[in-house]
């Protein structure tokens, strides 16, 4: 019994509604999350899985595919209500999950602050905060590229550069689906690479797309826009 349940996480963030997928992958002995959302969502996600009759409580896992606030944002309240889960994360985004070292969101964000316009400057700092504020986890096992397990049918890390060096996308080989994470975004419809202003590395982002074209995909699952399924060779090519 291999399962895999897209969570669809509608919220407000400044005044916008927005939505989130993180996924569930299940087997008979594993229960996977992909991401778990921004800070003090642990509610929203404990809700969203109910409502697919998935109880939390049997998580035995949670990869982070990369630290940002939006994936990683729940991590601690998660592990503080189920100790027992594992948390996994790219071996070159350990050092930023578990406060190490400052995120490189940060990093980039307070690069940038001077140069910034008055007016977006109150806000930037408020993103700051935000950004400083999310709680750090420690990883029980750090991934690498290629990595296999047989959890769920069989899953392969995939290292997905360019939004964030360290980040990482999830292929589960039995259904030919990737887990994208921000690696690819769908906008208006479209797959394409994650805003410029949030992908740290461009170049690094295109050459990952160039990678992702070696693997079968019939089905690709992104964070932010859900589902994608539609010629997915040529949608690729064409990023
Ligand atoms: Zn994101």
């Not at 509610?43 to 982070?64: F, M, P, Q, V, Y």
């Not at 740290?200 to 992702?212: F, H, S």
């Amino acid at each position: 019994m291999n399962k895999l349940n897209v969570l669809e996480i509608n919220f407000e963030f400044n005044g916008m509604v927005d939505t989130i997928y993180p996924v569930i992958l299940r087997d008979d002995k594993e229960m996977i999350l992909i991401d778990c959302g921004y800070p003090n969502f642990l509610a929203l996600i404990e809700d969203c899985a109910s409502k697919n009759n998935i109880d939390l409580s049997n998580l035995t896992k949670l990869i982070i595919t990369h630290h940002d606030f939006d994936h990683m944002g729940s991590a601690a309240d998660l592990k503080a209500k189920y100790p027992n889960i594992k948390i996994l994360a790219s071996s070159k985004d350990e050092k930023y999950i578990n406060g190490k070292e400052k995120s490189l969101r940060l990093q980039q964000a307070e690069s940038i602050y001077e140069s910034l316009p008055e007016e977006q400057k109150e806000w930037a700092l408020n993103f700051h905060k935000i950004l400083g504020s999310i709680e750090n986890v420690d990883i029980d096992r750090a991934l690498n590229d290629g990595d296999i397990f047989d959890w769920c049918g069989g899953i392969e890390t995939i290292e997905t550069p360019g939004h964030m060096p360290g980040h990482i996308s999830i292929y589960i080989k039995e259904s030919r689906t990737l887990i994208a994470g921000d690696a690819l975004v769908i906008e208006d419809g479209k797959l394409c690479i994650a805003n410029p202003q949030y992908t740290l590395d461009m170049k690094e982002a295109k050459k990952t797309i160039n990678k992702l074209l070696n693997y079968e995909i019939d089905r690709i699952i992104c964070y932010h826009g859900g589902i994608y399924q539609s010629d997915i060779k040529k949608s690729l090519e064409n990023i």
